[in-house]
């Protein structure tokens, strides 16, 4: 739709993420509704909400883990199955049995294989970036310790160099601060910021609201819903943060199960 | 026969039993480390009902068709697992154990009934419940090596991307691993681990061997090649213990003495093994409380865990 | 041949006695398998199962009659000995919870194997009875009783469902607690730990009454299976629990009739028999199971297309069109070709002469449609953020699950508007 002009206007670019319409369900149950988000510029964004409305979902979900029920997410205006090289994924520490028998560098090695593809295995230059990444996190001592016997903030640490191993473009994380002592995530705030001045994308699901304000450049509220997106000191504001964690979701919880049972709330 | 051929016959059997007991403690490590260990037993419990069909519908007793047979039936109950699973309230660990109980049921009413029913050549069906390596013919033992090798081979191939699915499958779902189909390979592996294992240990405690081995492996190193062929290793010694043993009294069923020699192993690394066994790990801790008390009586107390971030 | 040709004949007395054995092992089984499944400890459960046979085996050597009270420590004992091995190797380092559990039972079981072909031949132990019991035999094995000759093995199943029986009913509360919540129950003082116990030894005496009757392996059937599909039909567990017996007796009885007809072996065809009770329930449970789910999926599409028929018809005519009244009408597939003609049957629907019109009744219901369209626009529009061409989609499905109550709620979470986000009048509440 241009307006007068000379010419033809190149087309925007893509957002960098574009969740459009996305309703999420475990099994029939919804249990995120009709979500619109763009996310158009590099930056350290923010997802924020009280426990159980869905942050981790929506990320889930975006990534394909949990199927969407409705609507889409696009990366770089496609679908993700065709830029899975440039999207790193950091997930939560819980998924993960801390005794299995690999040790710092296997795990940050495996950032790598997305690259390598079926069946060859990693080389010199894997171990090369590997070392790289485990020095940008400070882990680099640590190479050959078996991850069971790390504390939580290095383990949070080895997660984090393996998705920069990925040498991804965007990068999404699940509650990295969780569990991990004040200095481990100021250490872990400051690689996120390095990524965001080299012009990557960090979106970052987290539960503190006090860090929040002063790390996150931009914002989403997000219960059930999304109550509000934006730069953080205008979302952040005391009617938002009342609409999210005071919220009306018994709506939506109500509702939600009469779709299950497929029938009408009463 | 010559004296020759009877050493050649019983050559290639414990060869090929030890193949298999390789390969079932290299594919059941996979297994463990995935946290499904006791897949390979509804497998094995279903197999009873594939041997009995084979071998209703062939008339004989021919290893191979048997075999096929017991593979289907292994396919099919973890197929029937994986719908209760998707479709059913029920838990997972109940789900595990109808498959297991039901397909075995229905697996004893068949070999019970198949002799009762006149059928001749029948008798040895029976054989396929614990394992009796004495029954397994030279040619049997080079397909089951065979098909054991290949098993190897893919193990091989899909190592890495075993091991990433099995340590974080979020992860490699998102880097776009096809998750799914990685364990229904991983899945179709240990089915036929378990079927290969059924003549020498039998239907009933073939688990055993996918699951003692790599269990066993696990005390004594902490990166996954290593263990994988370490469990290997212990499967081929174990299984081969059964076989020696077996040869010395004919009588006796395999399966038992094979689950036995892999028991002893277990046990050894459970208490021997350096830095995991549970003797070293009791000097570690005296070791350290006899270093805290010093500490304690010279300084004030150390900080907690180990270096700090 | 029917049923009754196997009391007919001399071995009426037999069958009897064998299938009243069978039924009451295997309602010892279901009551102590209801709360095992619960617990999720199944495959424990399967474990126990197999774990006996070396403490069976050990007493039957040291002299124990079969079914006696020497069996029954001894199994205790192995059962008891697998839960604290299980739980002492992954606290001392070992595998977890599932690997130990193998590696524990396979073991065990062998063990009891090898004590058992290796028992000098007459003591009564036998690898295939281990196996899959011998169900036929029992009724010949009978002690004296009052004059009366009563097989052993019936004697042991009713003195371990006795036993059972009043060990669960006299801490029924407690078992009940601990199953739903054990970290409550926990921190509420009970003694978990004994319950726990207390189930697992409760599990070895129902085990070890069925032992001969099944054997070990399909002793995990009779725990399970019933209990599974009782928990699929009912929903509170003391009721579970009775169903879970009801469906063990029949099971068992049902079973052993056809391990006759058949002429194969009974324990067998007793877990099979078990299987398809399983498998009906999973088909027929009337709030969840297959055939449940489908007819609510086909009522929910058509109650979807009657109420998007109703309010086209009813859009158009608010658009006040007169063709489009008409052109509202045409089929938008077969579903809503079929809601169509259901509308005009019932009366909702009136064919007019360049189209269709709706009924006051018609009227009606397509207003409550509409309605809750708008209000949910509303709401959305109000509490999500989300740009103004995105509330219909939504509303477009959620219309179909509102009720009165609801609408009653969104309406005043709205502030009682009277247009819909887009300026469109709300239709009022019929």
Partial sequence: MSVGG?????????????????????????????????????????????????????????????????????????????????????????????????????????GTYGRLGWFRRPGSRERLLARESLDRVGLADLASRQIGRLSGGQQQRVFLARALAQQADVYLLDEPMAGVDVRSQEGI???????RAEGRLVVVVHHDLRTAAEWFDRVALVDMRLVAAGPAAAVLTPDNLRRTYAGHIDVLEELGQAVAKRGRTP | MMPFDIAYNTLVVAAGVAAVGFAAGVVGGLCVLRKRALVGDAAAHATLVGVACAFLITGRRDLPMLLVGALLSAFAGLGVLVLLRRFTRTRDDAATAIVIGVSFGLGI?????????????????????????????????????????????????????????????????????????????????????????????????????????????????????????????????????????????????????????????FLVSFFAAPSRGWIARRMQQARLSRTWNLAADSSPGPASGGPDC | MDGSGIFSGGHAGIHAWAMATAAVVSASCALVGTLLVVRRMSLLGDAIGHAVLPGIAVAVLAGGK?????????????????????????????????????????????????????????????????????????P????????????????????????????????????????????????????????????????????????????????????????????????????????????????????????WHFNTSAAGMIAVVLGLEYALAVVFTPDDGIVARAVAGLQLAWRVACEDRLARVWRAEEAAVGGDAGRAAIPHGLLDACAG???????????????????????????????????????????????????HPPAEWVEHHLGAAMRQRLEAETGWRESDPHGREIPPEA
Wanted: hydrophobic fraction near 60%; glycine fraction near 10%; charged fraction near 15%.
């Fill in chain 1, 189 to 195: 705030f400051r690689v996120l910021a390095e990524l």
């Fill in chain 3, 66 to 138: 079969p079914g006696g009270p020497l069996v029954f420590l001894g199994a205790a004992a192995a059962a008891l000995l697998t839960v604290w091995l299980t739980k002492g190797l992954r606290a001392a380092g070992g595998p977890a919870e599932d690997a130990g559990a193998g590696v524990v039972y396979t073991t065990l079981f062998a063990i009891g194997l090898i004590i058992v072909t290796a028992a000098p031949a007459g003591t009564h132990l036998d690898a295939a009875c281990v196996l899959h019991g011998d169900l036929a035999f029992l």
């Fill in chain 2, 109 to 265: 009413a068949l070999v019970s009934g198949i002799p009762a029913w006149g059928y001749p050549d029948s008798a040895g069906l029976e054989q396929f419940l614990l394992g009796h390596t004495a029954a397994i013919t030279a040619r049997d033992a080079l397909l089951l090596t065979g098909v054991a090798c290949g098993a190897l081979a893919i193990v091989a191939l899909i190592c890495k991307e075993a091991a990433l699915v099995a340590f974080d499958a979020a992860f490699a779902a998102a880097a776009g691993w096809p998750v799914a189909l990685i364990d229904y390979l991983l899945v179709a592996l240990v089915a036929t681990m378990v079927v290969v294992g059924l003549p020498a240990v039998g239907a009933v405690l073939v688990t055993a061997l996918v699951v003692i081995p790599p269990t066993a492996a696990r005390f004594w190193t902490d990166r996954v090649g290593p263990m994988l062929l370490l469990g290997g290793a212990i499967g081929l010694v174990a299984a081969l213990a059964g076989v020696v043993v077996s040869a010395a009294r004919p009588g006796l069923a395999t399966g038992p003495l094979v689950v036995l020699a892999a028991a002893v192993v």
């Fill in chain 1, 6 to 110: 000379t010419g033809p206007r190149a087309p925007a670019p893509a957002p960098i993420i574009d969740f459009h319409d996305v309703t999420v369900a475990y099994g029939r149950r919804p249990v995120i509704w009709n979500v619109d988000l763009e996310i158009d510029a590099a930056c350290l964004f923010g997802i924020i909400g009280p426990n159980g409305a869905g942050k981790s979902t929506l990320l889930k979900a975006a990534l394909g883990l949990v199927p969407l029920v409705g609507g889409r997410v696009r990366f770089f205006g496609q679908p993700l199955g065709k830029v899975r090289s440039r999207v790193g994924y950091v997930p939560q520490r819980e998924t993960v049995d801390w005794d299995f028998p690999v040790n710092v560098m296997d795990v940050v090695l495996m």
């Fill in chain 3, 140 to 259: 010949f094995d009978t002690v004296s009783v009052a004059g009366l000759a009563i097989p052993r093995g019936f004697i042991a199943g009713v003195i371990a469902l006795v036993v059972v029986s009043v060990a669960t009913v006299a801490t029924w509360k407690l078992q009940v607690f601990t199953a739903f919540d054990a970290a409550a129950a926990r921190a509420a003082g009970l003694p978990v730990a004994a319950v726990t116990t207390g189930l697992l030894a409760a599990t070895a005496v129902a085990t070890v009454s069925s032992f001969d009757a099944v054997g070990a392996v399909l002793v995990v059937a009779m725990l399970v299976v019933p209990a599974a599909a009782a928990e699929l039909l009912v929903h509170r567990l003391h009721v579970m629990t009775l169903v879970a017996i009801a469906l063990a007796v029949v099971g068992a009885c049902v079973g052993y009739v056809a391990a």
């Fill in chain 3, 341 to 391: 003609w259901w509308l005009r049957r019932d009366g909702s629907l009136e064919r007019v002469a360049d189209g269709w019109r709706l009924s006051d009744r018609g009227r009606r219901a397509a207003e409550m449609v509409v309605r809750s369209h708008r209000l949910w626009e509303a709401w959305l529009g109000r509490h999500a953020e989300l740009p103004l061409d995105h509330l």
